[in-house]
């Protein structure tokens, strides 16, 4: 469902943040993206969702050539793209029910659909009983929890989580790794940066290893391979 | 877009328009100002205009036949003229005729008048109107070389006058208001730059769960549209109450013939459905402005 053949990408300050990369993503995998900071990690899971396109080479999403898209496309192609982010993005004056509501409302979902669909994934993050409180009221994990019920409301086939445990504490980690093997047991595609030692080592799963915007190890079942 | 969410971005739109505040003021202050100088504008030259042309429609050329002339070429005299192209209607007043009309025309005061009745100063003259206002000067030229005719009158140097003056007056206030109307766009979008800067998160949290762009820009569309007709509304007051006004007490001049102003309706309200069609244009436009340079893809 993912293919990236010989990208490149050049920030317009000159950064090469990526230097030449070729992967292939199975429909339903489950993929830790590793590497030094700097690597290009966040450049490479940026390509997925067309915040950036890549100076040469092709991006293919779904079938979606996302070099090729008109920029009136681009929203149709975020919608079967959820993205989860270190820093929660939640709007701090909605509740979590409201927050999660929006991303639908915003695509124009029908009122009755949405309500359903907002409890469903409630529910799939156990944060029914949170539905109206504000992000400010949450803990630090609860608030990944609801950015991760807004980031896979519209049921999309990918989602992209960018360190989504960078800021929690090893106990909460735990839990937002549960809630998404669970979304990826149910046939979504997940790809996860991360600087976690322990969570790859302990979860296995594929592993690819950035440094220098190039590729230089793709493992299933592998290790995280860094110290610290 | 869906209907249903039509509902939600007009609210939204005036939830900003409400809660930029100050900058709401000067924003439909500054359309506020524009529109006033537009309204008193076009009043004014499409009325000057429209006066000057019904003084051009009745331009005639009085040609006074010399005092000296003998009666049987009188005749002649018209056939010159009537030759001459362009000519609409030619009409021959005597002396006394003229005297008359004099009178009549200074009502109780033309009493006085009637002591020349004895020993009438005023020549015989032809009352000549020509198909094409524009032709009055030739054909006054060509009058003026015919023989026994004295002198030509005309009143086409003042028409030219008032023309000129009316071409001379809408350069100007065109200058002005471009000047205005581009300062009242620069509000707006300064305004609406407001909205979306305070409302980065939620616009960046929109693109990433795929909102469309007009989803996006609606409502600031609406916050320009809202800025740009509450700033119409005092200058329609004006323009409306201000010229009813008008139309009520110029009718004093109008007995005399002196001006004729075009009436209220419809005239009062086509000017005010042009002052909030600009209003709007510009309330879109400053709003266009801001949201292309912000919300890129
Ligand atoms: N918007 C940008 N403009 C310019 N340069 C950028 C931009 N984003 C990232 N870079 C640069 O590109 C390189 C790769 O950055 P990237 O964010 O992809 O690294 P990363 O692997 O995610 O790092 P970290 O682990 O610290 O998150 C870095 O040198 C960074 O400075
Ligand atoms: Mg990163």
């Known amino acids: 469902m993912i293919e990236m053949k010989d990208v490149y990408m050049t920030y317009p300050n000159g950064v090469v943040a990526l230097n030449g990369i070729n992967v292939k993503i199975k429909q ?7 590497g030094p900071s700097g690597a290009g990690k966040s450049t490479f899971t940026k390509m997925l969702f067309r915040e950036e396109i890549p100076t040469k080479g092709t991006v293919t999403v779904n079938h979606t050539d996302t070099t090729k898209l008109k920029w009136r496309e681009v929203p149709h192609f975020r919608r079967n793209v959820g993205v989860v982010f270190q820093d929660f993005r939640l709007l701090p004056k909605l509740t979590v029910y409201e927050n999660i509501a929006f991303a639908l409302e915003v695509i124009e979902v029908a009122p009755k659909q949405i309500r359903e669909r907002v409890l469903q994934v409630l529910d799939q993050v156990g944060l029914k009983n949170k539905a109206r409180f504000i992000p400010d009221e949450l803990s630090g994990g609860e608030q ?7 980031a896979i409301v519209n049921k999309p086939s990918l989602l992209i989580a960018d360190e989504p445990t960078g800021n929690l504490d090893p106990e909460t980690s735990w839990g937002i790794m549960k809630i998404l093997e669970d979304i990826n047991a149910s046939g979504t595609t997940v790809l996860m940066a991360t600087h976690s030692k322990e969570i790859v080592n302990t979860i296995k799963k594929r592993v690819i290893a950035i440094e220098d915007g190039v590729i230089v190890r793709d493992e299933h079942r592998g290790e995280y391979g860094y110290e610290i | 877009m869906k209907f249903r969410t039509l509902g939600r971005h007009i609210k939204e739109g005036a939830k900003n328009t409400w809660r930029n505040g100050w900058m709401t003021v000067a924003s439909v202050g500054a359309v506020t100002t524009t529109l006033i100088l537009v309204g008193v504008f076009l009043v004014l030259m499409l009325n000057l205009n429209h006066i000057a042309d019904e003084l051009e429609q009745d331009v005639q050329i009085k040609a006074l036949v010399s005092l000296t002339t003998e009666e049987e070429d009188i005749s002649t005299i018209e056939e010159n003229i009537e030759n001459i192209r362009g000519i609409d ?11 008359a009309n004099l009178v009549e025309s200074f009502g109780e005061q033309g009493q006085a008048w009637e002591l020349y009745e004895q020993d009438n100063p005023l020549n015989d003259v032809f009352v000549i109107s020509a198909t094409d206002p ?22 086409q140097e003042y028409v030219d006058t008032l023309f000129q003056f009316n071409n001379y007056a809408r350069n100007v206030g065109l200058v002005l208001i471009v000047a205005l109307v581009f300062t009242a766009i620069f509000l707006i979008s300064n305004t609406i730059k407001i909205t ?6 939620e616009i960046g949290i929109m693109k990433l769960v ?55 309706f419809p005239f009062a309200l086509q000017v005010a459905a042009i002052i909030i069609g600009i209003g709007a244009t510009i309330g879109v436009w400053g709003s266009l402005m801001s949201v292309r340079k912000f919300l890129k893809v």
Do not use: C, M, W
């Open chain 2, 196 to 201: 979306i800067l305070a409302r980065k998160k």
């Open chain 2, 89 to 99: 209607e030619i009409e021959f007043l005597t002396k006394e005729e003229e005297l």
């Open chain 2, 210 to 264: 795929g909102a469309t762009n007009s989803f996006i820009r609606l409502p600031f569309f609406v916050e320009g549209l809202l800025l740009g007709i509450l700033g119409s509304l005092v200058p329609i007051g004006i323009i409306l109450g201000g010229y009813y006004y008008l139309t009520q007490n110029l009718v004093v001049f109008q007995e005399f013939n002196f001006i004729k102003i075009l009436p209220f």
């Open chain 2, 134 to 155: 524009q032709d009055t000067e030739r054909i006054a030229q060509e009058i003026e070389g015919i023989d026994h005719i004295d002198r030509v009158n005309y009143g």
């Open chain 1, 28 to 34: 339903g995998e489950f993929v830790y993206i590793v």
């Open chain 1, 144 to 150: 990944q929890r609801v950015t991760i019920a807004r």
